[in-house]
Structure formats: structure tokens, C-alpha cells
């Protein structure tokens, strides 16, 4: 076995490594190589990319609905997990107290730390985007930060949004200003004057799906307040890497990357990749070629220079495939180059090293330097002899830090989060308290709600068996996705890696088996394919790919039960011809509406003997989410991804009467792309909207829309879970874990039944506060209140005196546990029947 087949099977749990002996060839090497493009292609769809202007106006649009709501709202809770980590793209060192460490997550934000990781604490949940590209803490002033917003590796789930510009802290990280480059798409690294912390470096690579000007080197004199493009190669190559002199700043190195991306093509190399020196500050620029790598078939290169003996660098290539091309170090300040022994690191890159590039030497040492690719190698002699040092260590490395006062220290950042090591890289401690893990869905164990599972990006299936943030582990290898715990028998769970990996466990999940039996292996299947419960017999469940099957023996074996429901096989890699979502109507199990990432929507209501097509009058948008009345077959909610090109498009409608019209009600959400649509199972009207850029709920089916609650990160929310008997809604986030709300003390108490002309009333009634009851009798009469279940079990009886007629006000505490949940307040009078009296219940 090579080096990448030993790694990747050294930090794999048991369950992935039968997953990946049950894989053909070629599916391994797809399943353990890059991610594909499919949160971009949700988004771009129909057109293949995202305006940049639709996009800035909606975040906008976003922002100033949060900043304009109340601050009194019900908070979100935090719900783990802190112990997985996610992936890092930079890490930072403040430069005399080595306990202080800012991270920067892929998609999650900046951390920070002030015992050395103990805690830590997000700084940067105000920003526009937490999308973190670098750190840069100025050498002179540490308390001066500066911070680069977009991921410049050119893979993940990060990558459907570029970044927001550059961002300076003037306290460590407590407040931030927006310095611009706003359209500078992703910055690769940020160098500042090693005296001057006004003065700074900004690699900036440029829009990952389109090409455009505002990439290359930029610099400013004053702090951000005006920035100078210095280095520009061509519309499609930007900077990725730079470096400043640490005796003399007016000498500085600059990388630039040829990189063009495309829904249907990827090209990651070029003439236009260089390392490239000035020794005025910027003004003039040499490309650097003696002894290195030169023409079209160049890639991503990363390079690092030695403090302690600055004339000494060290190169690291790829080709424009991605892979290994070498380590490179010069002697005499770049003027020439050569090649090192660096055979032993020819599988490090496997054929993706555009998602890596980095280099480090050693700030004390000029023969000490380490190489990051999958695993990290480090040298000791100059290049002339490598070693493998990150062994148990989370694969893909992005960043390194090696303290200065102690080289032996090192910090590094990968997508398994921060890995600390205080022997040269010899063992490593991972740390298990930063909430950066990219969720794709959620679920809840219903015969123990305090069981939490989900699907996340590098690391799995997750769960707690104890609803604590730190015990989480993974039950299921791959990029986590669906995962099901039969809401009957929680012996059976079921997970899914990508491309619809679907399993079955019949252990409550300590060992899984696959479970496609019966499904089409040509059939196409989503990057993350939808599986759902049949919402009254999870025996039977129902899974998407071009055509929907059904298994009624909990997924022994499926059957189709319809024909291609898309417009056939997707196009390069901007959909997949494939059915993206599912929506099993619990009033009606005949009833099934689905839909695909090619813009339609289906439904049967004969359980797939008969399909009608229901998109005329739908936006041609990826379809993301559909939800339906639990009442009323015929009402559903379609959510849609996507951007505005010239009109408004709405990204949530509903019909009344089974798609065959539709309403938008969408107005008054920000434009953004809408990804899980929950209707409240209980109130009429109310909906739950997961959306890019937060949550919004609605009391009145759309005509108001509100932010929902206090506390969520500005991060993509991609996934709902509700546990009905608590009231409790948890959402998954991409890039910071999962959090949970009570519903209950966001809607308040809530009249159920509006029908009713007489006294007695429906109330969702929740915990043991007491209930604010308002009489209004149209006689003095005595009154008698009952409280009893759906059942008709009496809970509670109270006797009011006789009063004057109209409004008595006054506090009900029954002295009982009431469990959420709809109960029945019956209104009576011993002294006459039929006297109307009318009760309010209000919050208390």
C-alpha cells in the first residue's frame, strides 16, 4: 500500500474501513480525493455562477435584518459538538504570549484562545462572511490584527461563497473594521511590516468560478484605508502566497497561481504561476525562475523563509493537476534554486496539492522545514532526508506556526481542526474544544432525545449518546450526510456518506452494513442524496436518486416506485440529474412530493403509481426543501437555492391544492438561498426557514418574517430537526456545530382550536408556569375551569367566584407538571348552563 492508502486507513474508524473495502476502485479513489462542487452548483444553478452583486445586496439584505431585530429575543443554545473540531484554513500565535492562539475556520469564523486552548471565544460573528482565508497578527503591535476573508483552497464546501475582503482589529479581535477588497474573492496570505503595522501585504486570489481584476498583490501604507494593487499577472491567476523580509522590508516574495474553475472544468496551473521577488517595496517585480519549475504545466507553489537566516527559502510545487512537483530551496535570497531529495514526499499530495501548497521553516534553523500535503513531512537536514511527523493526526493540512521562543512547539491546522505538538511534530494533542464542525444534517433519537447524530464534512456520521459537547465520535466514515434513528426502535439507525452511501445499523449503530439492494448502481445518485421515513411507518423509507424508490423492510430491499423524474444526466458538475429532496405527507402516505437539483417538482398521490409534474410556475431553480401541513395533503412548501440575474425570483412558495398553483411568500426574506423549509406540526401558519445567512420563522404563512432568535452565527444553516414532545428545534450548521431552541418560548403560548363559539378552547400549553386566564361572561355567574388532555382526562379544576359581568383577569397555576404539549380548558357555569364564556390564556 502507498503512503495515502496506510494514512487515510490509520485515522479511519472501523465502520469506514469496511466502507471502503465494500468500494469498487474507482469509487475509492473518488470517495477519498477532493470534494466536488455541489454547494456551488446548488447555488449557481441554472447559470453556472453567483453574482457577485445578488449576493452582496442579500447578505446586506441579511445583516440589517439582524442588526434591526429585538435584542430581547429567545436565544439560541449551543449543542456540541466542541470535541471534533473541523477544518482549519489559518492559525496565529501571538507573539509574546504564546497562550493566546487565533483560529481560523474554513467556514466558522475567528477564534481565540487565551490559555493556550483551553476555551475559546468567536470574535468574528458580525462579519460579513466567515469564511477565513488568513490571520496576520502585526509583529510590532500585537493587539492589531488583520484577518482575509474567503478560503483560498480551491476545494470543500466553502467554496460556494468567496470572501468579503479584508477585516483589522485594533483590540485583539474584540471589534473589527471592514477595510474593502470586498471583491478580491479569497485571500491566500497577509504579510505585515515587521515594524510598521500599518503597513501590509494582502495575496489575494480573485473569484474562484469567474475570472476578474481585483486579484493579485495588493499593499497599503495606511493601515487599509487605501489599498494599491501591486503584482497583477492576468484576469485568472492571483496571489496565494507572500512573504516580507524580516531585515529588510523592502524586499518581498510573492506568489501568483493560474487558476481557472468551472461548474464542467477545473484548471489549476499555467504560465501565469510564478514566485516573483521586488526589492522596493512592490514597485518592481522579477519572476524567480533559475533552478525552478517553469511553463504551463506549473500549479500551486507555497514558499517560507527563515528568519534566523533570511537568504534562505523553500519552494514547494505542484503541477497543474495537482500533483507532488517538488521541494525547492535557495541559499542566496532566491537568485537561484535547486531541487531537494525529496523522493520520500511523492505520494504526499496524492492529485490534489491545489488543496494544500504550504511550507514552513523553521524560524531558528534554516536545515529544519516542514512540508504539508495529506500528512506533514519534516526535515532536519536541509531537504536531504524527509519524515512522516503528523502520524494519528486528521488528514489534509492547511497551516502551521512554529513558536519562536520554543521551535519544538508547533500549531497546526487541518481539517480535523488544531493539533498541537510540544517535541518537533513527534506526538500530537488534539483540541477538543472548538466548534467549528460543518454539519450537513441533524437528527434526534426520539426514545432518547438526548442522543444527537449528524452528518458532517470530513468527519462522518457523528453522535452523543449523552447530549454533552464533548463525548461525540463517529459512528460512519465518508463525508457524513443523511442519518436516521427509527423513531420505533433505535437498534436501527441508518447513515450515508456521499453519493448515496447509504447503511444500515441494526445495533443502534455500532456496526453498519450497506443497504442499496435493488437500487439501479447506473442510476444516478446525488452528491448528498435525500432519505427520508415514511412519517407514520419507519419501516418504510423512501430514497432519491433519478428515479425514487421505497423499501418496506427497512432498506433490506428497495424498489422504484417511479420512472426518471429530472431532465436527464446534469451537465459537467452543475447538477446531477437527480432528485434532491423528499416530502412524505403524514396526513396522506400516498401522497409523496419530491424534488430535483435541475428545478422540478413532483408528487403522486397513489404512492408512485401516477406522478403529475408541478413546476409550471416554479422558478428553474435547484430544489432544496419541500414541507407539508401534517393535516393537508394538499398544502406543501417548495424551498429553492440560488440568486437573482436581473428579477427578483422568490425562494419559498406554497400551494393549496397539490402544485397545481403557487404562491409566493417569500417577500420580506432576504434573497438568499433557502435550504430547509419545517411548518410547525402544531400552529397553523408558523414556519421554520434555514437559510445561507440565518434563521427566519413566520406566524401568518409569509406575510411576516421574522429573524429567528439570538445567537446564531452568521453561517450557513443547512439542516431542522424537531422533537415534538419538548418543543426543541435543532439546526446544523456548516462550520459551527448544531444548536437547539425552545419553540415554545419563542411562539408563547398559542390558541389552537379557533372554531370553537363556546368555552371550551384548545391551548398549546407548555412547563409549570402558570397560565394568565382572562374570563369574559356575559352574566355574574361562578365559574368552573378544567384542564384536561386530548384524552379527556381531567389534570386540573379550578372554581372562580361570581363576578360582574365582562373581563376577570387573573393567574392559573394548576400545581402540576404540565408537559408541552395541546390541552383542553373547558369554561362552565354550576349556576346556568349554556352561559358563553370566553377564556384567554396568555404567557406568563
Same mark, same amino acid.
Given at each position: +500500500?502507498?503512503? +495515502?492508502?496506510?494514512?487515510?486507513?490509520? /485515522?479511519?474508524?472501523?465502520?469506514?474501513?469496511?466502507?471502503?473495502? #465494500?468500494?469498487?476502485?474507482?469509487?475509492?479513489?473518488?470517495?477519498?480525493?477532493?470534494?466536488?462542487?455541489?454547494?456551488?452548483?446548488?447555488?449557481?444553478?441554472?447559470?453556472?455562477?453567483?453574482?457577485?452583486?445578488?449576493?452582496?445586496?442579500?447578505?446586506?439584505?441579511?445583516?440589517?435584518?439582524?442588526?434591526?431585530?429585538?435584542?430581547?429575543?429567545?436565544?439560541?443554545?449551543?449543542?456540541?459538538?466542541?470535541?471534533?473540531?473541523?477544518?482549519?484554513?489559518?492559525?496565529?500565535?501571538?507573539?509574546?504570549?504564546?497562550?493566546?492562539?487565533?483560529?481560523?475556520?474554513?467556514?466558522?469564523?475567528?477564534?481565540?484562545?487565551?490559555?493556550?486552548? %483551553?476555551?475559546?471565544?468567536?470574535?468574528?460573528?458580525?462579519?460579513?462572511?466567515?469564511?477565513?482565508?488568513?490571520?496576520?497578527?502585526?509583529?510590532?503591535?500585537?493587539?492589531?490584527?488583520? @484577518?482575509?476573508?474567503?478560503? *483560498?483552497?480551491?476545494?470543500?464546501?466553502?467554496?460556494?461563497?468567496?470572501?468579503?475582503?479584508?477585516?483589522?482589529?485594533?483590540?485583539?479581535?474584540?471589534?473589527?473594521?471592514?477595510?474593502?477588497?470586498?471583491?478580491?474573492?479569497?485571500?491566500?496570505?497577509? %504579510?505585515?511590516?515587521?515594524?510598521? $503595522?500599518?503597513?501590509?501585504?494582502?495575496?489575494?486570489?480573485?473569484?474562484?468560478? *469567474?475570472?476578474?481584476?481585483?486579484?493579485?498583490?495588493?499593499?497599503?501604507?495606511?493601515?487599509?484605508?487605501?489599498?494599491?494593487?501591486?503584482?497583477?499577472?492576468?484576469?485568472?491567476?492571483?496571489?496565494?502566497? @507572500?512573504?516580507?523580509?524580516?531585515?529588510?522590508?523592502?524586499?518581498?516574495?510573492?506568489?501568483?497561481?493560474?487558476?481557472?474553475?468551472?461548474?464542467?472544468?477545473?484548471?489549476?496551473?499555467?504560465?501565469? #504561476?510564478?514566485?516573483?521577488?521586488?526589492?522596493?517595496?512592490?514597485?518592481?517585480?522579477?519572476?524567480?525562475?533559475?533552478?525552478?519549475?517553469?511553463?504551463?504545466?506549473?500549479?500551486?507553489?507555497?514558499?517560507?523563509?527563515?528568519?534566523?537566516?533570511?537568504?534562505?527559502?523553500?519552494?514547494?510545487?505542484?503541477?497543474?493537476?495537482?500533483?507532488?512537483?517538488?521541494?525547492?530551496?535557495?541559499?542566496?535570497?532566491?537568485?537561484?534554486?535547486?531541487?531537494?531529495?525529496?523522493?520520500?514526499?511523492?505520494?504526499?499530495?496524492?492529485?490534489?496539492?491545489?488543496?494544500?501548497?504550504?511550507?514552513?521553516?523553521?524560524?531558528?534553523?534554516?536545515?529544519?522545514?516542514?512540508?504539508?500535503?495529506?500528512?506533514?513531512?519534516?526535515?532536519?537536514?536541509?531537504?536531504?532526508?524527509?519524515?512522516?511527523?503528523?502520524?494519528?493526526?486528521?488528514?489534509?493540512?492547511?497551516?502551521?506556526?512554529?513558536?519562536?521562543?520554543?521551535?519544538?512547539?508547533?500549531?497546526?491546522?487541518?481539517?480535523?481542526?488544531?493539533?498541537?505538538?510540544?517535541?518537533?511534530?513527534?506526538?500530537?494533542?488534539?483540541?477538543?474544544?472548538?466548534?467549528?464542525?460543518?454539519?450537513?444534517? #441533524?437528527?434526534?433519537?426520539?426514545?432518547?432525545?438526548?442522543?444527537?447524530? !449528524?452528518?458532517?464534512?470530513?468527519?462522518?456520521?457523528?453522535?452523543?449518546?449523552?447530549?454533552?459537547?464533548?463525548?461525540?465520535? =463517529?459512528?460512519?466514515?465518508?463525508?457524513?450526510?443523511?442519518?436516521?434513528?427509527?423513531?420505533?426502535?433505535?437498534?436501527?439507525?441508518?447513515?450515508?456518506?456521499?453519493?448515496?452511501?447509504?447503511?444500515?445499523?441494526?445495533?443502534?449503530?455500532?456496526?453498519?452494513?450497506?443497504?442499496?439492494?435493488?437500487?439501479?448502481?447506473?442510476?444516478?445518485?446525488?452528491?448528498? =442524496?435525500?432519505?427520508?421515513?415514511?412519517?407514520?411507518?419507519?419501516?418504510?423509507?423512501?430514497?432519491? %436518486?433519478?428515479?425514487?424508490?421505497?423499501?418496506?423492510?427497512?432498506?433490506?430491499?428497495?424498489?422504484?416506485?417511479?420512472?426518471?423524474?429530472?431532465?436527464?444526466?446534469?451537465?459537467?458538475?452543475?447538477?446531477?440529474?437527480?432528485?434532491? #429532496?423528499?416530502?412524505?405527507?403524514?396526513?396522506?402516505?400516498?401522497?409523496?412530493?419530491?424534488?430535483?437539483?435541475?428545478?422540478?417538482?413532483?408528487?403522486?398521490?397513489?404512492?408512485?403509481?401516477?406522478?403529475?409534474?408541478?413546476?409550471?410556475?416554479?422558478?428553474?431553480?435547484?430544489?432544496?426543501?419541500?414541507?407539508?401541513?401534517?393535516?393537508?395533503?394538499?398544502?406543501?412548501?417548495?424551498?429553492?437555492?440560488?440568486?437573482?440575474?436581473?428579477?427578483?425570483?422568490?425562494?419559498?412558495?406554497?400551494?393549496?391544492?397539490?402544485?397545481?398553483?403557487? =404562491?409566493?411568500?417569500?417577500?420580506?426574506?432576504?434573497?438568499? $438561498?433557502?435550504?430547509?423549509?419545517?411548518?410547525?406540526?402544531?400552529?397553523?401558519?408558523?414556519?421554520?426557514?434555514? =437559510?445561507?445567512?440565518? +434563521?427566519?420563522?413566520?406566524?401568518?404563512?409569509?406575510?411576516?418574517?421574522?429573524? +429567528?432568535?439570538?445567537?446564531?452565527?452568521?453561517?450557513?444553516?443547512?439542516?431542522?430537526?424537531? &422533537?415534538?414532545?419538548?418543543?426543541?428545534?435543532?439546526?446544523?450548521?456548516?462550520?459551527?456545530?448544531?444548536?437547539?431552541?425552545?419553540?415554545?418560548?419563542?411562539?408563547?403560548?398559542?390558541?389552537?382550536?379557533?372554531?370553537?363559539?363556546?368555552?371550551?378552547?384548545?391551548? &398549546?400549553?407548555?412547563?409549570?408556569?402558570?397560565?394568565?386566564?382572562?374570563?369574559?361572561?356575559?352574566?355574574?355567574?361562578?365559574?368552573?375551569?378544567?384542564?384536561?388532555?386530548?384524552?379527556?382526562?381531567?389534570?386540573?379544576?379550578?372554581?372562580?367566584?361570581?363576578?360582574?359581568?365582562?373581563?376577570?383577569? /387573573?393567574?392559573?397555576? $394548576?400545581?402540576?407538571?404540565?408537559?408541552? !404539549?395541546?390541552?383542553?380548558?373547558?369554561?362552565?357555569?354550576?349556576?346556568?348552563?349554556?352561559?358563553?364564556?370566553?377564556?384567554?390564556?396568555?404567557?406568563?
Amino acid at each position: +500500500m502507498n503512503v +495515502m492508502s496506510l494514512k487515510s486507513i490509520s /485515522f479511519l474508524t472501523l465502520p469506514m474501513i469496511f466502507l471502503l473495502s #465494500c468500494m469498487h476502485k474507482t469509487e475509492k479513489q473518488d470517495f477519498i480525493r477532493k470534494p466536488v462542487d455541489e454547494m456551488f452548483a446548488q447555488r449557481a444553478y441554472p447559470h453556472g455562477d453567483i453574482p457577485f452583486e445578488a449576493f452582496s445586496n442579500a447578505l446586506d439584505q441579511a445583516l440589517n435584518m439582524r442588526s434591526n431585530s429585538k435584542r430581547d429575543e429567545v436565544a439560541w443554545n449551543f449543542a456540541g459538538p466542541l470535541n471534533m473540531g473541523g477544518r482549519l484554513s489559518a492559525v496565529e500565535v501571538h507573539p509574546s504570549q504564546p497562550g493566546v492562539i487565533y483560529a481560523g475556520a474554513a467556514s466558522g469564523g475567528v477564534f481565540r484562545t487565551v490559555n493556550g486552548g %483551553a476555551s475559546w471565544q468567536p470574535l468574528f460573528d458580525n462579519a460579513h462572511v466567515l469564511s477565513v482565508g488568513d490571520i496576520a497578527i502585526a509583529p510590532s503591535s500585537p493587539q492589531t490584527i488583520y @484577518v482575509g476573508t474567503g478560503e *483560498a483552497n480551491a476545494g470543500g464546501g466553502s467554496l460556494a461563497y468567496d470572501g468579503y475582503g479584508i477585516y483589522r482589529s485594533d483590540d485583539g479581535g474584540e471589534n473589527w473594521q471592514h477595510l474593502g477588497l470586498t471583491a478580491s474573492g479569497s485571500i491566500g496570505r497577509i %504579510a505585515v511590516h515587521p515594524t510598521d $503595522p500599518e503597513t501590509v501585504y494582502v495575496a489575494a486570489m480573485g473569484r474562484l468560478f *469567474a475570472n476578474n481584476s481585483e486579484r493579485g498583490l495588493y499593499k497599503t501604507n495606511d493601515g487599509g484605508q487605501n489599498w494599491e494593487q501591486l503584482l497583477f499577472v492576468n484576469d485568472s491567476t492571483g496571489a496565494v502566497d @507572500v512573504l516580507v523580509h524580516p531585515l529588510n522590508p523592502e524586499t518581498v516574495f510573492a506568489v501568483t497561481w493560474e487558476r481557472v474553475r468551472r461548474p464542467h472544468r477545473r484548471s489549476y496551473g499555467g504560465q501565469g #504561476c510564478g514566485i516573483w521577488k521586488s526589492i522596493d517595496g512592490g514597485q518592481n517585480w522579477t519572476k524567480l525562475q533559475l533552478g525552478l519549475p517553469t511553463g504551463q504545466n506549473v500549479g500551486r507553489i507555497g514558499i517560507s523563509m527563515c528568519e534566523s537566516a533570511p537568504e534562505t527559502l523553500y519552494a514547494i510545487y505542484a503541477d497543474r493537476t495537482g500533483y507532488f512537483d517538488g521541494v525547492y530551496k535557495t541559499t542566496n535570497g532566491g537568485n537561484s534554486w535547486t531541487r531537494t531529495n525529496d523522493g520520500t514526499l511523492g505520494g504526499m499530495y496524492s492529485s490534489f496539492g491545489w488543496w494544500f501548497g504550504r511550507i514552513y521553516a523553521d524560524p531558528a534553523n534554516p536545515n529544519t522545514v516542514y512540508a504539508l500535503g495529506l500528512d506533514m513531512f519534516k526535515s532536519t537536514d536541509g531537504g536531504n532526508s524527509w519524515v512522516m511527523t503528523t502520524s494519528g493526526v486528521h488528514v489534509d493540512q492547511h497551516d502551521l506556526v512554529i513558536l519562536p521562543q520554543n521551535t519544538n512547539t508547533l500549531y497546526l491546522g487541518n481539517d480535523g481542526g488544531l493539533y498541537t505538538s510540544v517535541n518537533g511534530g513527534s506526538g500530537w494533542t488534539h483540541n477538543k474544544f472548538l466548534p467549528v464542525t460543518q454539519f450537513y444534517t #441533524c437528527e434526534i433519537d426520539e426514545q432518547k432525545p438526548e442522543r444527537l447524530y !449528524g452528518g458532517a464534512q470530513d468527519l462522518g456520521t457523528l453522535r452523543t449518546l449523552t447530549g454533552q459537547f464533548g463525548d461525540w465520535y =463517529t459512528i460512519y466514515g465518508g463525508d457524513g450526510f443523511r442519518v436516521l434513528v427509527d423513531p420505533t426502535d433505535n437498534n436501527f439507525v441508518y447513515a450515508e456518506y456521499q453519493y448515496g452511501g447509504f447503511a444500515r445499523s441494526v445495533n443502534g449503530g455500532l456496526s453498519f452494513s450497506q443497504a442499496l439492494n435493488g437500487i439501479n448502481s447506473n442510476d444516478r445518485k446525488n452528491w448528498h =442524496t435525500p432519505v427520508v421515513f415514511n412519517p407514520l411507518n419507519p419501516k418504510s423509507l423512501y430514497l432519491g %436518486a433519478n428515479r425514487l424508490y421505497k423499501t418496506t423492510q427497512r432498506a433490506i430491499l428497495w424498489q422504484a416506485i417511479s420512472s426518471d423524474l429530472t431532465k436527464g444526466p446534469g451537465g459537467g458538475n452543475l447538477v446531477y440529474g437527480t432528485i434532491s #429532496c423528499i416530502e412524505v405527507s403524514k396526513a396522506d402516505t400516498n401522497v409523496i412530493y419530491v424534488g430535483t437539483d435541475d428545478g422540478k417538482v413532483w408528487v403522486t398521490q397513489d404512492e408512485g403509481s401516477q406522478w403529475t409534474d408541478i413546476s409550471a410556475g416554479l422558478p428553474n431553480r435547484w430544489v432544496t426543501t419541500l414541507s407539508s401541513r401534517p393535516e393537508n395533503p394538499a398544502i406543501i412548501y417548495v424551498g429553492l437555492s440560488g440568486y437573482r440575474y436581473d428579477s427578483y425570483i422568490p425562494h419559498i412558495l406554497k400551494s393549496e391544492n397539490y402544485g397545481l398553483n403557487w =404562491t409566493d411568500i417569500s417577500t420580506g426574506l432576504p434573497e438568499v $438561498p433557502v435550504n430547509k423549509i419545517l411548518a410547525d406540526p402544531l400552529l397553523e401558519g408558523v414556519l421554520y426557514v434555514a =437559510t445561507d445567512f440565518g +434563521m427566519y420563522y413566520t406566524t401568518n404563512d409569509g406575510q411576516e418574517w421574522n429573524l +429567528m432568535g439570538s445567537g446564531l452565527p452568521n453561517v450557513p444553516i443547512t439542516d431542522l430537526r424537531l &422533537y415534538e414532545p419538548e418543543r426543541k428545534l435543532l439546526c446544523a450548521t456548516y462550520g459551527r456545530s448544531m444548536y437547539s431552541i425552545n419553540l415554545d418560548e419563542l411562539t408563547g403560548f398559542r390558541e389552537i382550536n379557533h372554531n370553537l363559539t363556546t368555552g371550551l378552547k384548545a391551548y &398549546y400549553l407548555h412547563g409549570n408556569q402558570g397560565f394568565g386566564i382572562t374570563l369574559e361572561m356575559q352574566n355574574a355567574v361562578n365559574v368552573q375551569l378544567t384542564l384536561t388532555d386530548l384524552s379527556g382526562k381531567v389534570l386540573a379544576v379550578k372554581h372562580v367566584g361570581a363576578s360582574l359581568s365582562g373581563q376577570k383577569h /387573573f393567574t392559573w397555576k $394548576p400545581g402540576i407538571r404540565i408537559k408541552p !404539549g395541546i390541552y383542553i380548558i373547558a369554561a362552565q357555569s354550576p349556576d346556568q348552563k349554556n352561559v358563553a364564556v370566553k377564556v384567554v390564556v396568555s404567557h406568563q
